[in-house]
């Protein structure tokens, strides 16, 4: 069954504290699995909108993340440590969605399309637009090593893409979010609303969680 996350209202852009202080979401469905000592890392994702965007952060527990894909356009980040949104803002009118994909460097991946086939690379051509943080080798309160990485999706952007969005309180969008390292020591495929397919896919757009903009 698919996951349900509401993504709480601020009136303007918060600080560090106030990003702990928000609910978050695990992604915490590992997929895919083939060793008897599977990799599973903690990641936790946090969100918040505001009347201009949409702000998400992942801290994802790794003390090494490899981060190999830092340069060109639309790098492959999904073989390195990496942390990802699909987002489809509009799914009872537009089956498309973004997939923002980055590494622990902040290097970004985001295409648009209905399925894994024939993505849109166009979205992700202004990369300043989305406001990507990266950040490494941070510690919690008891001491774990962690990456951050923040980012935010304009709600111009999702206007120019999926004409008649508008953003308005209880709001139903749909979307799911990943942890995986196709290339890393140790290959990983976590979701936060989980997948049933034999094969490694995270572009299902069937199995996206249900995403709740409420003020």
């Known amino acids: 069954m698919a996951d349900n996350y509401t993504i709480p209202y601020r009136t ?20 895919w699995e083939e060793s008897d000592d599977p990799y599973r890392p903690e990641v936790q994702v946090r969100l918040y909108f505001t009347d201009e965007a949409i702000f998400a952060r992942f801290r994802t527990y790794e003390a090494d993340p490899v981060a190999v894909h830092n340069e060109g356009f639309n790098p492959a980040v999904y073989q390195d440590s990496c942390v990802e949104f699909f987002l489809q803002p509009l799914p009872n009118r537009d089956a498309r969605y973004l997939n923002f994909e980055f590494n622990s460097l ?9 399925d894994r086939n024939d993505r849109d690379p166009t ?5 300043e637009l989305y406001g990507t943080h990266a950040e490494r080798g941070l510690r919690d309160e008891q001491g774990q090593v962690y990456w951050q990485l923040s980012f935010r999706i304009p709600f111009t952007v999702l206007t120019d893409w ?5 953003a308005s309180d209880l709001m139903a969008m749909k979307g799911n979010f990943y942890k995986c390292g196709d290339h890393t020591p140790r290959p990983h495929y976590g979701a936060w609303s989980p997948i049933t397919e034999e094969e490694p896919d995270f572009h299902r757009s069937e199995y996206f969680g249900s995403l709740i903009l409420q003020k």
Do not use: C, K, N, T
């Open 12 to 31: 303007e852009e918060i600080d560090d504290a106030e990003w702990d202080a928000l609910p978050s979401l695990r992604i915490s469905h590992f997929l």
């Open 106 to 114: 902040g290097s970004m991946l985001l295409g648009l399309g209905v």
């Open 123 to 127: 979205p992700g051509h202004q990369p």
């Open 162 to 166: 999926f004409p008649g969005f508008a």
